[in-house]
Structures are given as structure tokens and as C-alpha cells.
């Protein structure tokens, strides 16, 4: 108890003088023994009372603090902040008594003043705050005899994010986090909801809603969700949505004429016109209330969906998902997929900054939404950097593969036990890189040799993918069947044969179109569980 007090004493003079802007000259421990504070390691600055460094600290302001004590507070308040924020006001009374009433007022002031800061810090910002600083231990002068304290780097908000609970059928969360070997190879497919199910255009119509209205009606996000998961075998339900939610939430209108794909009919049209309309301030002050707020819809869905699977009694894997911030970027100054193709690297050339904080607001949005969407029943996430193809490899790593990065590092800060996947359709050169960055799963699309993909992940992720969608279309333009359970089966063994049967999600390499057969589908389905569950048997039985 004394070494905390002592340490938690040096927390307090030191977040005081950052706040004062004092130029610090001591980080000081208590002494256990007395009430006297330590020296400086650079000044040899006289020993003081808490109390009276509190006071010249508010009465003497001086030049901003350096900032290696600036980076060392942040590490120290971090490294305290779980026990602080969760110890009564009367056990905090207890254990500094020793330091008086007045000193204990005074602290409670400092950290009641920094609590609101510090608790709404994402752990990536508080990673990359103090990511250049060596931690530094911090000692007693000579002559005292306290035991030193310890300044531990934080990498986690402190606030508690929660998981929900495991699924009875856990196939692909084991699959994904490749903790153990599973008996047979989990699978889902990319747009399994939807457009290529009868029942679906049958519930559309029902309705009278388009696509992006029912995404607004959680009871019609929870029946789309679970049409495909009752028709197959499926490993995981995925949350029926749009890639562009998020930029809708940011008053750009989103449109789906058909046909055309989706449009962004007003674009934006310059770095004035982006601060015009994008709301930077709302996020900027607090990320996770406009998402409550801008995407409620989303989080109400998730809920209802995961009742509607407890009702129906399937008791597999929801994942949730987002688009990346490059994709969103994308759509938000091109308008289209379809046309306009170089808009965005032509946005990132003549406007970087402008670009890199719209990219750093999607990211922060994009955090919070995913992060919602578990703390609302999600058991995996998935991000999709749909638009890959349209940036070239020195821009991708310029602006995309930051942002991606900052995903990765703070998800996996706040739930290291939920799967994440990422998808960068069209820029395999980026899968490498990925692998490193604390995915567990990395989708290859269609141009991603077979033969080269495990050695590109090494063991640092799964592989996810890549089954061509083309051979669960039964029969070609003029009528004439071209794909048949039995292809689609040999197909399957191929794609288990070359990846291999573990660290392996069974999917496609780019999503359902429509024109897919339903009846292939579930062949497809059923033939992974069957051929790698035998492919595993026969593995384990040498």
C-alpha cells in the first residue's frame, strides 16, 4: 500500500504541472517515511510538500512543459487510471490518509479534471501519444529508502468494453483465431444475404422498401440477415448492410438506382466544400455518441438480430462490419464505382491534407461503429476495403494502410478475443503487410495465387477466401448448363487442397452478384464441410 501511495502521489504532482504548462523540474516520489518529495533527475531541485508544489503550481504558470515530461505523465496517469477510476471515494481516503486531508482534496480535484480527458481516449491515441517515449522508472533520492516505482506504457481506454458469449457452434472463432485445429473447415460467403435468394426479392416486395430503406428497419435488416443462415449450413450470419452507411451518417446521400450500382450523386467537390458539409467537430468531440446517434439503426439491428437467432435457436457466430477508410474516401469525392475511377487518387494528390483528415475521421469512426456493433451482440468483425483496385500500391500505403493499422491496433486493444478479418479486394500486395498488423484472418480475392498465399501470411493470420462465385452460376447467357453439383464439389476439394483445411474460412473471392444459383450454393456449402472434415480425419489418423 505505501509503494501506491508513493506512486500515486508522483502521478498527481506531476499531471498538476502538466496542467499548470510548468516547464517540470522534479517527477518526485513520496517517501514512505516522510512527507518530503524526491529530486529532480535533472535539477537536483530541493524537496517539497505535495501541497506546496499543488499551489506554486497554480500560482506560478510557466512555459510549456518539455516533452519528455509530457510523454512520461501520460504514461504514468494511464498506468493508474484503471485503479483510480475504479476505487471508492473512501478506500482512496484510506489509502493516502497518511498525506492529509488537503493533499487528498487536491488530488481528487486533479484527477476528477483529467478523468474526462483521459476516459474518452481511444487506446490507439493513447498508444501513438506515448509511442516515442521510453518508459522511465522513477526513483527516491539517495537517502530515502521507498522501493522505486514503475511507469507501465497503457494500451488500453480506460473504459470496459464487453463480449458476448461464445456460440454453441464456434467453428469459424476457432478457425479465425487459430488457437486449436478444428474438425472441418468453417464457411460463409461474401453478400449470402440478399440478391440471389427468391425469399429475399419475395420479402422486398412484401415490403414495398428498396435496399437501402430497409436498412433503416431493423426488422427488415434482421429477416435478411436470417434468410440465408436457414436455407445453408452456414458457419456465421453476417449483419444485412450497406458499405456506406457510414457516409451517409456524414450527410452524404447515398442512391441505388439499379443498374448502376450504388452512386453518390453529390460528391464532394473540394476541401471547403468537405468542411462545409462533413460534420469534423460532432466526431471529433465524441466518436462513439454520433455513432450512437447517426447509426442507432445499425446497433437496434444487431440487438434484434441476435434475438431473432436465440428465438430460432441458431446458435452460431453474427459477424458485424464495416467498409475501410480509403473505400469510404472512395465513394465520398468520386461518386461511383462504375466512372470517375481516378477521383480519388486525384483527391489525395491535390488535397493531402484534406484527405488525411477525412481518412483519420472515418477511422475513428469506423472504430467506434465496429466497436458498437459487439458491444451489441457481433461475435467477429469484418472490414472491407472494398475499393483496393482503385489506389495505386505508394498511395495505399501512404493513406490507406494507416488507417487500417490504427483499426487493427485499437479493436484488438479492446477485444483481443473477437476475431477480425480484412478484405483489400484488389490490392493483394497489401495482404503481406495485413498479416502483420494484428488481423487474424486476411481475404485473398480472385488474383491471389493459391500456391503462394500461406507463405505470404506465414502463421501471423488465417486465410479467408477465395472461391470464384462464377461457378455457383448453373447456366451461361444462352441458356446452357455450365456448372453442376459435381463441379462444384471438385472445385471445393481444389480450393481446401491448395490452402489446406486449417486457419482456413471457406469463402468466396468476391461477393454473391445474383445470378447464382441457390441450389450450387448449398452444394458448395456442404461440400466443404464434407471433403475437409474428411481431408482433417484422414490428417489426423498418420
Known sequence: MKLLVSSFAAVMAAVCCQNASMNVDALIVVSPSSRAYGVSKRSGARPTTMRGLFRKSASQPAAASAEEDLELTRQIVMAHLAKIQNTSAADQKASVSALGEEDLELTRQIVMAHLAKIQNTSAADQKASVADADPVAIAPPAAESAPAATVVTATTSSKTYSTPDTPDNDLMIRAALGKSPVEKTPVWLFRQAGRHLPEYHSYKTQTGRSFLDMLSFPEDVAECTMQPVRRYDLDAAILFSDILVIAEALNIEVTMPGGVGILVPQPLKSPRDMNKRVPFAQVEQDAAAFVQDKLSHVIKSVK???????????????????????????????????????????????????????????????????????????????????????????????????????????????????????????????????????????????????????????????????????????????????????????????????????????????????????????????????????????????
Open 304 to 542: 434484434l438480430i441476435r434475438t431473432k437467432m436465440a428465438e430460432e435457436q441458431t446458435s452460431i457466430p453474427l459477424i458485424g462490419f464495416s467498409a475501410a477508410p480509403w473505400t469510404l474516401l472512395f465513394y465520398m469525392v468520386g461518386g461511383s464505382s462504375r466512372k470517375n475511377n481516378d477521383a480519388g487518387t486525384t483527391w489525395l494528390k491535390k488535397h493531402p491534407e484534406a484527405s488525411k483528415r477525412l481518412l483519420d475521421t472515418l477511422t475513428k469512426i469506423i472504430i467506434e461503429y465496429t466497436s458498437a456493433q459487439v458491444e451489441a451482440g457481433a461475435h467477429m468483425l469484418q472490414i472491407f476495403e472494398a475499393m483496393g483496385m482503385m489506389i495505386d500500391e505508394d498511395n495505399f500505403y501512404e493513406f490507406a494502410m494507416p488507417c487500417l493499422e490504427q483499426i487493427a491496433t485499437e479493436l484488438k486493444a479492446r477485444y483481443p478475443n473477437v476475431p477480425l478479418m480484412v478484405f483489400s479486394r484488389g490490392a493483394s500486395f497489401a495482404n503481406e503487410k495485413l498479416s502483420a498488423l494484428g488481423y487474424d484472418v486476411v481475404t485473398i480475392d480472385g488474383e491471389v495465387d493459391r500456391s503462394t498465399a500461406r507463405a505470404t501470411m506465414a502463421d501471423r493470420a488465417g486465410l479467408q477466401g477465395n472461391y470464384d462465385p462464377k461457378e455457383l452460376i448453373l447456366m451461361d447467357a444462352d441458356g446452357k448448363v455450365v456448372h453442376t453439383t459435381e463441379t462444384v464439389r471438385k472445385s471445393a476439394k481444389e480450393l481446401l487442397k491448395d490452402l489446406g483445411p486449417q486457419r482456413l474460412i471457406a469463402n468466396l473471392g468476391e461477393g454473391l452478384g445474383g445470378k447464382e444459383s441457390p441450389m450450387l450454393v448449398n452444394a458448395f456449402v456442404n461440400a466443404i464441410h464434407e471433403e475437409s472434415e474428411a481431408m482433417i480425419a484422414v490428417s489426423s489418423s498418420l
